[in-house]
C-alpha cells in the first residue's frame, strides 16, 4: 500500500480512520509509523469534533487543500443549511488518482474537484473557508510538501483560513517528507483537547 498515494484521495481523517482498526498490528506500526503518525483511538470522535467546529463557522464554502472525505461526509450531518465542498488536488495528481477520489466523492453531497492552479471565482471571505490538514507536533503545523504548495498558491485568499490536525502530538518530532507551515498562515488552528 502507497500511504502517500491513498492520502491523496481520501485524506488523513478517512486514512487515520482505517489504520485505526489495525493499529496493534506491528506490521503497520513499522511501516505507517514511520512516514506519519499513528492516530489515536478515538479517531472517530476526532473527526466528529472537528466536523462540528468548522460548521461552527457558518460558512457556505469550504476549500480543502487535502481530500477530507471522513470530514466532509461528517460535517454534512452538522451543517445547518446549504454546504458546498471544493477539494483541490494537486495539478501532478495522476488522472487514475483523480477519477478513483471523484468516485468516492460523499454520496447527495455538493462536492467538487477543482485542480489548481485554478481558483474558485465565487469564493470570498465572507462566505468561504480554506481549510489544511495534516498533523500538529508541538505548536507545529506538518503538511505534505503539496499541500504546502497549494497553502502558498492561495495565499492570495483574503478569508479565514485553519489548520485541522488529525493527531496532537505533544513533542515537535517531525516525519520525513513533512513541512512545517509558518501558523500565521492560518487563521486558527483546530485543537481536540
Known sequence: MDIWKTVREIGFFEMAINLAKVRDSLDVVQKVGALMPLPDEDIKERVRQAAKWLCGFKKNKYMFLTPEI?????MK???DGHLEIIIAVPCDMEPEAKERLKN???YKSDVTVLEEPYFVSDLFP???MLVACGYSGGDRAMI???TYRMAEHYSIFRGQKVFVPYVELESSFRYGGWMEINQRRFCTKWRCR
Open 144 to 146: 505534505l510538501p503539496d
Open 104 to 106: 468516492n466523492l460523499p
Open 70 to 74: 471522513a470530514l466532509i461526509e461528517e
Open 77 to 79: 450531518k452538522y451543517s
Open 126 to 128: 465572507k462566505n468561504g
